[in-house]
C-alpha cells in the first residue's frame, strides 16, 4: 500500500452548483477536466465509500449528477477521479515520457440540510407565576421536521436559574452533536505512477482523506456540586425520560420546593430513529406580598441612620398595606412606628424607619 503524494498537477477542480442540497434534490458538478476524453471513477464516501460507479468523461466540462439521500445528512464527500490511457508510445530522444498515462483527482464537499431530523419542543405551564409549595403541571409537545408530532423520550429537568447562572449551564443540544459536519475518513492511493514511472520515494506525503479532531467535550460542572443551603431545592423536578404518546404529547406534575426564584424547565428529547431537539422555557415562584430587607451593612455606638424594608406588590391590583417595625436592642427615634400606604400593581416601594445606636 503506497499513498498517494498529492500533487497540484494531479488535482482537477470540481464545481457543485448549489452551497447546500436538500434530501431529494439532485446535485450537478461541473468537471473541469484536461482530458479530451477519460475514464471518470465516482465514489460517494465519508466514513467509508458509500457508492461508486465508472462513466465516461468528453471534454474539458462535463457534470455529474449526484442524487441526494437522507442518510448523506449532514455532508458527503463526492470524488472523480480521471483515468487515461497511453496516448503515445515513448520516444528515444524523449527526456520525458509525454504519452505515459496519467490520472486527475478532485475532491468536494457537498452539505445536506439536516432540518428533517431536527425535533420542536413546545413547553406550556399552566401558570406563568407560583406559590410556594403550588402544584406545576407542564404540558409537553414534541414535533418533527414535518410539524407533526412525533413519539419521543425527554429528559426534563426544572432547575433555579440563579444556579444555572453560576456554572454558565445551558440546555444541552444533541442536534448539533450527531448533525455537524462530519470529517472525510477515506484515504486515496493511487499506485500507477510507481509502476509506469521513475520515482524516488521520500517522505510519506499528505493524505487525502482522514478525518479531523473531535471537538473536545463541554466541560460542564454538575448541579449536584452546589453547595444546598436549608431545605431548599436548586432541582425542583428531574426525569431522565418522560415517554410522548404518538401525537408527541406529555403532561408532568410536581410540587414546588420553598424557593423564591425564577425556574427554567429544559427539554432535550430523541426519538429510535435519530431525530434530535431541545426546549426551553421559565416561570417565577413568589409570593403575592414581599418585603426584602433595606438596611446598612453595620453601624457604631453614636451612628444615627434610616432603614426599612421594600415593600413589593406582586399583583395585577392596587392595595393598601400597613407596615409595622419594632426594635431591640437599638432606638426606634420615629414616633410612629406603624405606615399605612398605598402599592400599585407590579410596584415596588422602599419604606425607612429611623434608628439610633447607643450601645454595642
Same mark, same amino acid.
Given at each position: 500500500?503506497?499513498?498517494?503524494?498529492?500533487?497540484?498537477?494531479?488535482?482537477?477542480?470540481?464545481?457543485?452548483?448549489?452551497? @447546500?442540497?436538500?434530501?431529494?434534490?439532485?446535485?450537478?458538478?461541473?468537471?473541469?477536466?484536461?482530458?479530451?476524453?477519460? /475514464?471518470?471513477?465516482?465514489?460517494?464516501?465519508?466514513?467509508?465509500?458509500?457508492?461508486?460507479?465508472?462513466?465516461?468523461?468528453?471534454?474539458?466540462?462535463?457534470?455529474?449528477?449526484?442524487?441526494? /439521500?437522507?442518510?448523506?445528512?449532514?455532508?458527503?464527500?463526492?470524488?472523480?477521479?480521471?483515468?487515461? #490511457?497511453?496516448?503515445?508510445?515513448?520516444?528515444?530522444?524523449?527526456?520525458?515520457?509525454?504519452?505515459?498515462?496519467?490520472?486527475?483527482?478532485?475532491?468536494?464537499?457537498? $452539505?445536506?440540510?439536516?432540518?428533517?431530523?431536527?425535533?420542536?419542543?413546545?413547553?406550556?405551564?399552566?401558570?406563568?407565576?407560583?406559590?410556594?409549595?403550588?402544584?406545576?403541571?407542564?404540558?409537553?409537545?414534541?414535533?418533527?421536521?414535518?410539524?407533526?408530532?412525533?413519539?419521543?423520550?425527554?429528559?426534563?429537568?426544572?432547575?433555579?436559574?440563579?444556579?444555572?447562572?453560576?456554572?454558565?449551564?445551558?440546555?444541552?443540544?444533541?442536534?448539533?452533536?450527531?448533525?455537524?459536519?462530519?470529517?472525510?475518513?477515506?484515504?486515496?492511493?493511487?499506485?500507477?505512477?510507481?509502476?509506469?514511472?521513475?520515482?524516488?520515494?521520500?517522505?510519506?506525503?499528505? @493524505?487525502?482523506?482522514?478525518?479531523?479532531?473531535?471537538?473536545?467535550?463541554?466541560?460542564?460542572?454538575?448541579?449536584?456540586?452546589?453547595?444546598?443551603?436549608?431545605?431548599?431545592?436548586?432541582?425542583?423536578?428531574?426525569?431522565?425520560?418522560?415517554?410522548?404518546?404518538?401525537?408527541?404529547?406529555?403532561?408532568?406534575?410536581?410540587?414546588?420546593?420553598?424557593?423564591?426564584?425564577?425556574?427554567?424547565?429544559?427539554?432535550?428529547?430523541?426519538?429510535?430513529?435519530?431525530?434530535?431537539?431541545?426546549?426551553? %422555557?421559565?416561570?417565577?415562584? %413568589?409570593?403575592?406580598?414581599?418585603?426584602?430587607?433595606?438596611?446598612?451593612?453595620?453601624?457604631?455606638?453614636?451612628?444615627?441612620?434610616? #432603614?426599612?424594608?421594600?415593600?413589593? @406588590?406582586? %399583583?395585577?391590583?392596587? #392595595?393598601?398595606?400597613?407596615?409595622?417595625?419594632?426594635?431591640?436592642?437599638?432606638?426606634?427615634?420615629?414616633?410612629?412606628?406603624?405606615?399605612?400606604?398605598?402599592?400599585?400593581?407590579?410596584?415596588? $416601594?422602599?419604606?425607612?424607619?429611623?434608628?439610633?445606636?447607643?450601645?454595642?
Amino acid at each position: 500500500y503506497v499513498p498517494w503524494e498529492r500533487q497540484e498537477d494531479d488535482l482537477v477542480e470540481l464545481v457543485a452548483d448549489s452551497e @447546500n442540497y436538500q434530501p431529494g434534490d439532485v446535485a450537478k458538478i461541473l468537471v473541469k477536466s484536461p482530458y479530451e476524453s477519460a /475514464k471518470a471513477l465516482v465514489t460517494i464516501e465519508r466514513e467509508s465509500i458509500r457508492e461508486s460507479h465508472v462513466l465516461e468523461i468528453q471534454g474539458s466540462s462535463s457534470q455529474v449528477e449526484i442524487p441526494i /439521500k437522507s442518510e448523506y445528512i449532514p455532508n458527503i464527500f463526492v470524488s472523480v477521479l480521471l483515468v487515461q #490511457g497511453r496516448t503515445s508510445a515513448p520516444q528515444k530522444d524523449e527526456q520525458e515520457d509525454i504519452g505515459k498515462p496519467s490520472f486527475k483527482l478532485g475532491y468536494l464537499n457537498l $452539505k445536506v440540510d439536516p432540518s428533517e431530523k431536527r425535533l420542536e419542543i413546545d413547553i406550556s405551564s399552566d401558570k406563568n407565576s407560583y406559590k410556594p409549595k403550588e402544584t406545576v403541571n407542564i404540558q409537553l409537545k414534541v414535533k418533527n421536521g414535518k410539524k407533526a408530532g412525533a413519539k419521543a423520550s425527554i429528559a426534563l429537568a426544572v432547575v433555579d436559574v440563579g444556579v444555572l447562572n453560576i456554572i454558565g449551564y445551558q440546555t444541552p443540544n444533541p442536534f448539533d452533536s450527531f448533525y455537524g459536519e462530519k470529517p472525510l475518513s477515506v484515504q486515496t492511493s493511487e499506485t500507477r505512477l510507481h509502476v509506469v514511472g521513475q520515482r524516488a520515494y521520500g517522505e510519506k506525503g499528505e @493524505n487525502v482523506g482522514g478525518g479531523g479532531e473531535a471537538a473536545p467535550a463541554a466541560a460542564v460542572r454538575s448541579l449536584a456540586e452546589v453547595q444546598l443551603r436549608g431545605t431548599f431545592k436548586t432541582t425542583a423536578y428531574w426525569n431522565p425520560s418522560v415517554i410522548t404518546d404518538d401525537k408527541g404529547q406529555a403532561t408532568v406534575s410536581f410540587a414546588l420546593p420553598d424557593n423564591l426564584t425564577t425556574f427554567r424547565i429544559m427539554a432535550v428529547a430523541q426519538t429510535q430513529d435519530s431525530h434530535f431537539g431541545r426546549g426551553e %422555557t421559565a416561570f417565577k415562584v %413568589t409570593k403575592p406580598l414581599m418585603l426584602l430587607p433595606s438596611l446598612p451593612r453595620f453601624s457604631r455606638i453614636g451612628d444615627k441612620f434610616q #432603614g426599612g424594608v421594600v415593600v413589593n @406588590n406582586y %399583583t395585577s391590583q392596587k #392595595g393598601s398595606v400597613e407596615l409595622s417595625c419594632k426594635a431591640k436592642g437599638i432606638i426606634l427615634a420615629d414616633k410612629k412606628d406603624i405606615r399605612t400606604f398605598p402599592v400599585g400593581p407590579g410596584e415596588a $416601594k422602599e419604606v425607612l424607619f429611623s434608628f439610633e445606636v447607643e450601645k454595642t
